[in-house]
């Protein structure tokens, strides 16, 4: 698979799995620049990575994002853990089923005011493809 087929693929697996949940959520395989609505945004994308030459292969290893962005309420965090936690079953429900190559969940990170009113959790999966 290359670059956009992951993406496409992580997509694919985990927008059905986030409507169930709240249907107003937007998927995106890119990272949105700003929402335009009050709308939550899940954006899945890969920022940069490295190729490791072998004698008989070339494989990449890249970090796969899931940024959930949610206007801020008393309860964000919660929101936001439980959107991940709902992407992070599909992705390894996916991955189980050999949809997609092999993701390793590697870090988190909440971003506070990343726009005013606005908050983000970043969940960083290592790819192999």
Sequence with gaps: MNRK???DAIVAVVTPALAAYD??????PFKKAAPKRNDGVVCIYLD???IENGIDYDENIAPLNVYVLLPDTDYVDDQLDAIAAIAQQAIEDAYSDGEIPELLYSA??????????WT????????RF
């Design 23 to 28: 249907a107003d959520l937007q998927v995106y």
């Design 5 to 7: 087929q992951i993406r």
């Design 48 to 50: 940069n990575g490295q």
């Design 108 to 117: 988190w990170e909440y971003e506070r005011d990343v726009y005013q009113g």
């Design 120 to 127: 983000a959790l970043r969940d960083t999966y290592s790819v």
